[in-house]
């Protein structure tokens, strides 16, 4: 089993790679890939994942300290 890592992109998506799984409230679970992009902006029409729709829009810059 790999290790699940998130990385916060700037400006833009979460990049999920690993071994994991998608549930939203009810528990059902989404059909997904060894790595996707969850949507951060709010703006993406195929939430939860990430449609590039953040381009020009979404401005975010995190660092771990």
Not at 12 to 17: A, H, M, N, T, V
């Amino acid at each position: 089993m790999s290790k699940t890592k998130i990385t916060v992109r700037d400006n833009g998506s979460l990049l999920i790679q690993g071994d994991f799984e998608l549930v939203d409230a009810e528990g059902n679970v989404f059909e997904t890939k060894p790595a996707i992009s969850l949507c951060r902006c709010g703006l993406s029409d195929n939430k939860p994942f990430c449609d590039g729709s953040h381009k020009g829009n979404f401005e975010s810059v995190v660092r771990a300290k």
